[in-house]
């Protein structure tokens, strides 16, 4: 009977704690690959991992040079630069809220954070560190091969190492913003315009038509009419081509520029953007005909979804 | 002479029940470590009488409507798209070695397919748009079946199987993302046998048959 009414309890309470088809997130919907949360172990070497630069063939990248914390876990350029000084095709999108995401890069083509990790360290366009390298640096590290086997039965491994990176990855946990406070009843969380953006959100601007759920993204791939060459997850899947994955909506006001060329500037640039109805006609969206105090609102929506999280650097070994 | 007549009728009465006249009922108590899977299906391996016509796929708001679907050989599975957006259903399942891809979806569609994959397989259904999406369509033979729904609100973790044969002993449990379970429980009968996720300990499941 006590389990029963406590089920009850949570049933309302879910259902009361969603705006419609947007809401709070509950870390029992992430799916760990080990069915549990990473050891704290785990988690502080993939710390180390993140920042070490022994990861890229130059060793002048570490994965936080392109998801940089003080600039949202994001780069804060338009495109990304590779480890030779190459420009990326593309922007470099943070890493907030990984651990409820199943597709990974823009075109989703990696359906585990662990290969998205190892394909990004290989990829002479990023990284550029072939495995047998990477491996033989990491292992010459006194300090990696006792944290390894301190962590992992089979010490230093590819997998391991992604494992560990994935690990940190999956802490970068966004789920108190003033919206989430908002929601969970302290009604003075959020301003009256922000309150009126949320509202347009999951309305009139059909902003949660893709940016849903708790995460503010349904893990899917649209066609958002940027007009460029890009073909996206058409090199995946030939009947996809020109779209990309939505992204979570959590800690945007952190991580300008936007979208995936990275062409909109300021969160005010992505909604006069969808205002429009995109740069080119597409079936995906359409002109919203909001008006300036609507758009101010949305743009004042956008950023109660901000939660600064502190960081501090951790020193790397030798 | 009628003694001999009784005990031939009593033979055939028994042989056409097939056994039906010696069934018990199979119960189940499942207890978790944690958050449950959303799902279970627990069967008996040795029966083959299990007919569905006809078993079908939907999807709603981004959503599978059901999550674990049942079949069996006779099975016309029907793919339907009862959202308001495109979907393109597809199995990628390795561990089932079964892999197909239905095609785009639009709103209103229906695609049918036979279920022509190896019997006691469960495979895992995404949506190549929509990668959050997930379902579970299983293939069994027997009739003696149960989906329990783990993630109803006030489940106890109580099951059963009725009308069991006394000769289907073999009981399988297929929980998404645990260790499969396999054991042979007969009339009479109890087990404690624990769930486990790659050999870690995710709880536990105590077997009666009375």
Redesign the interface.
């Given at each position: 009977m006590k389990?029963?009414l406590i089920?009850?309890f949570?049933?309302l309470i879910t259902g009361i704690l969603s705006a419609g088809p947007i809401g709070l997130l509950s870390k029992?919907d992430i799916?760990y690959p080990?069915?549990?949360p990473p050891s704290r172990d785990e988690v502080e070497l993939g710390k180390i991992l993140f920042f070490d630069t022994r990861l890229s063939g130059n060793k002048t990248q570490s994965c936080a040079t392109c998801h940089d914390p003080n600039l949202g876990w994001g780069y804060g350029m338009a495109k990304g630069l590779g480890s030779e000084g190459n420009t990326l095709t593309r922007n470099s999108p943070h890493v907030f809220n990984l651990a409820w995401m199943?597709?990974f890069f823009w075109d989703?083509r990696s359906?585990s954070l662990e290969k998205q990790i190892l394909l990004a360290i290989k990829n002479p366009a990023t990284m550029n560190l072939p495995p047998d390298e990477m491996m033989k640096r990491v292992s010459a590290s006194p300090y990696y091969e006792k944290q390894f086997k301190k962590t992992y039965k089979d010490g230093v491994t590819a997998d391991n190492l992604s494992k560990a990176l994935a690990a940190f990855q999956r802490t970068l946990i966004v789920d108190n913003t003033p919206f989430d406070q908002y929601m969970k009843g302290n009604k003075n969380a959020m301003s009256p315009d922000a309150v009126r953006g949320m509202n347009l959100f999951t309305g009139k601007a059909n902003c949660a038509n893709c940016h849903?759920g708790g995460n503010f993204t349904?893990?899917?791939?649209h066609n958002l009419g940027m007009g460029d060459k890009d073909i996206g997850r058409g090199k995946v899947?030939t009947?996809?081509s020109y779209r990309f994955r939505t992204p979570t909506l959590r800690n945007v006001s952190l991580t300008a520029p936007y979208m995936h060329d990275g062409s909109l500037a300021t969160l005010e640039d992505v909604v006069r953007f969808y205002n429009a109805g995109g740069r080119v006609p597409t079936r995906d969206i359409k002109k919203l005909g909001l008006t300036e105090q609507e758009i101010q609102d949305l743009v004042s929506f956008l950023g109660a979804l901000t939660q600064w999280i502190p960081f501090e650097r951790p020193v790397v070994p030798d | 002479m009628n003694r001999r007549l009784t005990w031939l009728t009593l033979s055939a009465v028994l042989l056409a029940s097939n056994g039906a006249l010696f069934s018990d009922t199979l119960k189940g108590v499942f207890t978790f470590d944690?958050?449950p899977p959303r799902v279970a299906l627990a069967y008996f391996g040795e029966d083959t009488s299990l007919s569905i016509p006809t078993a079908t796929v939907d999807q709603v708001s981004?959503e599978f409507t059901t999550y674990l679907i049942v079949g069996a050989k006779d099975t016309k599975l029907q793919f339907k798209n009862s959202d308001n957006i495109d979907h393109?259903i597809y199995v990628n399942d390795n561990d089932a070695d079964v892999n197909f891809d239905v095609g785009?979806a639009e709103p209103g569609s229906v695609v049918s397919k036979p279920m022509d994959w190896k019997d006691n397989r469960v495979v895992r259904v995404s949506c190549?748009?929509?990668?959050?999406m997930r379902m579970y369509i299983a293939k069994i033979t027997s009739k003696y079946h149960v989906i329990v729904n783990l993630d109803k609100?006030?489940?106890?973790g109580k099951w059963e199987i009725k009308d069991v044969p006394a000769q289907c002993t073999k009981l399988s449990l297929w929980m998404p993302?645990?260790d499969p379970i396999e054991t042979a429980i007969g009339p009479g009968k109890k087990a404690t046998l624990k769930i486990t996720?790659?050999s870690?300990e995710?709880g536990s499941v105590v077997l009666t048959r009375g």
């Open positions: 389990r029963k089920s009850v949570f049933l029992d799916e080990t069915g549990k199943t597709s989703g359906d849903d349904d893990g899917s791939y899947d009947n996809m | 944690g958050k981004k393109n785009l190549k748009i929509h990668p959050n609100p006030g489940f106890d993302g645990l996720k790659k870690e995710r």
